[in-house]
């Protein structure tokens, strides 16, 4: 028998006239999720999605839906043909799963095939008295059931379920534009951008490579980082800013302790014009506030006045340990703490400014050349795309 | 881009020859050993040959040698294997604290399992002397291994006098040498060292990687590390790696037949090195000891961080290896060079440079150049004023 999944999205039934918008990209999302896995039909009906599982591992297309952006829930379904004997039997077989003494539990039924003789309640009740009879010790209860039975009443067949694995939750990648990463390798940057996604967000990466002061596997880290998001949302393009000639002019010629704010200011001028350049509408950065000497209040309002587009930062209020939390959880902690992380601590002063002045930084960049120094990295950027 | 490789501590590229050979045996001789028709009798006899070459090259009978998959395994065979086996007899041991991962590890692991592990120091050339040794090994003494070169800086252990030394003070007790980085390159003879197991590796000297043996003096009896066929008379089971066997002793044929000569052409491309290293950056200071092996050079450039002059001088198709791994979250720094009582900030801004017979005198002027033109342009980032 064919396995099958039905589909529960939360927010996208919120959203009014977007809703076909939000749910044919959902479909395509599932499609695209589900094409290396297994061969699978994907349908969309009635407020929810079915995926049917033509051939392959339907234990492995569980596990991939629950990592797609939209979904709330899914439930492993069996069907019955519309006679109340083949649904009592299949309400059986599936009962089996979780049926054992003492459970309190209660029958579902919906019926969205109103030429089906029996009224929902009606049903719901022969199942239960079924069950009753089936299984011994089984105690009704609709208030506070331990385990529930779902059966929907179809046009053509009738749906049975019990079980609900949770999904991820947000939105369906790609009804909320598209955004830019700024992708460091670290632990937050990809915790920032797998909550981009998770608000249905296009994501794009640039990471800012600095060879040889970061080595060549540094930026195989962050290609690995992608291949991981590229699980939650599709292909990802990766823009390889060249970060060289700016590092060392600012090393030359700005003052040691703000060379980490006009650092930051640089990448931020190079990630914006990257983003016009690819369409992306804001910018998203793992900072949280806090952290280190370029996270506070004052570096955070000196580095983001170089750029008129949006900066989005999803960790702001969390803590690092919650931080790490989510990097276990989504999978990119152990890519994260490869320990090529970088050389740019021959560059780091031993004292960074944590209250930069805007009026010292615009003072020390007189000096710099920006237009040349932007214009010079966005001509050698090298742009990947990153799939699964 | 023209590219010189100067790491061959690391590995070495596997010779035609070598690799013509253990082509021959991947597609043509192929068959096990263990078989016990015409195919098996003629790989059998291949391997017979391998064993005779490697027994050779160390001095040695054929049955004293048992191949593993590499320097790291036949470090783990000679010392668990000769601890565990003799545990009765007592739980004491020694080597030093500039051995290779694969021997400093496994002496931690053995800890764990109880033995009383005494790690010697090093002077700040990275020696030890016989003396310190032989001091070190008491009545319950089961096994003293060191090693004959350094990997990192070159040093030469004296192990020639370590040998005698340590059996006069307890005769039972026995002695372990990791010659990995000396095979090939400098004599290695077990037995007049008094040598009870010694390690050698295929990949350093042109060979395939994945191919090891070990020098077991005969009747000392190890406890195996696997357990399986009699393979190797049962101490290391296994259906052998032909290819590897066969590639290694053809590296090892090539080694032999030359090795005065490349002593001779390395010890002149060290000396070559260093002298034009001197008149361009004189500041540039050497780790070990002046008269080391003639293969290996380490080095202090100050002012910069080994790893950022190693990815500038791989773009300019030179490549080294750093003493110490640079990265932020985690440190560690070379435990040769701390041992030997540099700095951390020393440690760090460290390389080594390892020749091969296949590299000329022009290569090296030609590193040295790039060398020091990556050096000065780097030392205009870090040397600038505060």
């Not at chain 1, 704010?261 to 804001?282: D, I, K, P, S, Y």
């Not at chain 2, 690391?10 to 078989?35: C, I, K, R």
């Amino acid at each position: 028998m064919k396995a099958l999944y039905l589909i529960r999205y939360g927010e996208i039934g919120l959203k009014g006239k977007n809703r076909r918008f939000f749910e044919n990209t959902l479909t395509a999302n599932i499609r695209r999720a589900l094409r290396d896995v297994a061969e699978c039909r994907v349908l969309q009906q009635h407020s929810r999605h079915f995926v049917e599982v033509l051939s392959g591992d339907a234990a492995a297309v569980a596990a991939r839906l629950q990592e797609v952006f939209g979904i709330v829930s899914l439930s492993p379904v069996i069907t019955a043909a519309l006679s109340m004997a083949e649904i009592k039997a299949a309400a059986e077989r599936e009962f089996s799963k979780v049926a054992k003494p003492g459970l309190r539990f209660k029958v579902n039924t919906r019926r969205a095939n109103k030429k089906f003789p029996l009224l929902s309640q009606q049903v719901s009740a022969e199942v239960g008295a079924h069950l009753l009879r089936t299984f011994p010790g089984l105690q009704v209860d609709v208030h506070e059931p331990e385990a529930v039975l779902d059966v929907e009443i179809r046009e053509e067949e009738a749906y049975i379920y019990t079980e609900r694995l949770p999904g991820p939750g947000g939105l369906p990648v790609g009804v909320a534009g598209k955004g830019l990463l700024l992708l460091s390798g670290g632990i937050d940057s990809p915790v920032a951008g797998w909550m981009t996604l998770k608000r249905g967000v296009k994501l794009e990466a640039v990471h800012f490579h600095s060879y040889p002061y970061t080595s060549e596997r540094s930026k195989e880290k962050v290609i690995d980082l992608c291949r991981e998001l590229a699980r939650y949302g599709g292909k990802i393009r990766l823009h390889v800013a060249h970060f060289t000639e700016i590092q060392e002019e600012l090393r030359l010629k700005t003052p040691e302790r703000l060379l980490v704010t006009l650092m930051r200011r640089m990448m931020f001028r190079l990630a914006e014009r990257l983003a016009q350049q690819q369409g992306a509408l804001a910018l998203i950065t793992g900072e949280s506030l806090g952290q280190v000497a370029s996270q506070t209040m004052e570096s955070l309002n000196v580095i983001e006045r170089v750029t008129q587009i949006p900066v989005l930062r999803p960790l702001i209020g969390l803590d690092k340990q919650e931080i790490m939390d989510l990097s276990v959880k989504i999978g990119t902690y152990p890519i994260s703490i490869r320990p090529y992380e970088d050389c740019c601590t021959i560059f780091l002063p031993q004292f960074p400014a944590t209250r930069p002045r805007l009026k010292d930084v615009e003072a020390a960049e007189a000096a710099l050349d920006l237009e040349g120094l932007i214009a010079e990295s966005l001509a050698k950027t090298e742009t990947l795309e990153i799939g699964l | 881009m023209r590219e010189v490789y100067l790491d061959n501590s690391a590995t070495t590229p596997v010779l035609p020859e070598v690799a013509a050979a253990m082509q021959e045996v991947l597609t043509d001789n192929f068959g096990n050993p263990s078989s016990l028709h015409r195919r098996g009798l003629r790989a059998e006899q291949a391997k017979k040959e391998a064993r005779r070459v490697v027994a050779q090259a160390c001095g040695v009978k054929e049955q004293e040698i048992f191949f593993t998959s590499g320097g790291t395994e036949a470090n783990n065979l000679a010392i668990k294997g000769a601890a565990r086996r003799r545990r009765r007899r007592g739980s004491h041991l020694i080597t030093t604290k500039i051995e290779h991962p694969s021997v400093l590890y496994t002496f931690q692991a053995l800890e764990e399992e109880g033995f009383a592990v005494t790690y010697l120091d090093v002077d700040a050339d990275g020696l030890v002397t016989a003396e310190a040794v032989a001091d070190a090994v008491r009545e319950d003494t089961l096994l003293v291994s060191v090693m004959h070169v350094n990997n990192e800086v070159g040093s030469i252990m004296p192990v020639a006098e370590i040998g005698p030394l340590v059996k006069a003070k307890n005769p039972r007790t026995l002695f372990h040498v990791d010659a990995v980085q000396s095979f090939g390159k400098l004599p290695v003879r077990p037995q007049a060292w008094q040598a009870d197991l010694l390690t050698v590796s295929a990949h350093k000297i042109h060979g395939p990687k994945g191919c090891g043996a070990l020098y077991c003096r005969e009747g000392l009896l190890l406890a195996p590390l696997l357990h399986g066929g009699d393979q190797e008379q049962g101490v290391r089971p296994g259906t052998e790696n032909m290819a590897g066997i066969v590639g290694f002793a053809a590296a090892v044929r090539l080694q032999l037949a030359r090795q005065e000569e490349n002593y001779r052409q390395l010890a002149e491309l060290k000396r070559l090195f260093l002298e034009e290293l001197q008149q361009r950056l004189p500041d540039v200071r050497q780790n070990g000891p002046l008269d080391g092996a003639p293969h290996i050079v380490n080095l202090t450039v100050p002012d910069i961080k080994g790893e950022v002059l190693l990815h500038a001088l791989a773009d300019e198709g030179i490549y080294l290896s750093t003493g110490s791994a640079c990265h932020s979250h985690r440190a560690d720094p070379s435990h040769v060079l701390l041992a030997m009582g540099r700095s951390p900030r020393q440690i760090e801004s460290s390389l080594r440079i390892s020749f091969s017979a296949l590299i000329t005198a022009a290569d090296v002027v030609y590193a040295v150049e790039k060398i020091s033109a990556a050096v000065t342009a780097l030392r205009q980032m870090t040397r600038r004023k505060r």
